[in-house]
């Protein structure tokens, strides 16, 4: 059964930075695409970034393009989200999610962590 365990979420101010990680188990890590997603409320889940099995290639949503940077290892079974010039829009849930291909559609990803909450004060 496959896990997925976010962390590093918090508290904090605009333009400041963060660390999203993402721990997986119980199937071969570089098997797989991962992806991570947010959810604010009141909204519906949206695509953020998103990386393949190798981690050669990435893919991100415009409003973070520039400012987020995704990337993995597979020895440690691991992939990362760094944030930077946050702003209070980045406020919301973040999830990481994995799938068999680089996708930013929510249906490509089959399995899901439960999400670390990301807040960007002004």
């Known amino acids: 059964q496959v896990r997925l365990v976010e962390s590093g979420g918090g508290l904090v101010q605009a333009g400041g930075s963060l660390r999203l990680s993402c721990a997986a188990s119980g199937r071969t890590f570089s098997s797989y695409a991962m992806g991570w997603f947010r959810q604010a409320p009141g909204k519906e889940r949206e695509f953020v970034a998103a990386?393949?099995?190798?981690?050669?290639?990435?893919y991100y949503a415009d409003s973070v393009k520039g400012r987020f940077t995704i990337s993995r290892d597979n020895n440690k079974s691991t992939v990362y989200l760094q944030m930077n010039s946050l702003k209070p829009e980045d406020t919301a849930v973040y999830y990481c999610a994995q799938g068999m291909f680089r996708s930013t559609n929510i249906r490509s990803y089959s399995s899901w962590g439960q999400g670390t909450q990301v807040t960007v004060s002004s």
């Open positions: 990386i393949n099995r190798s981690g050669d290639s990435s």
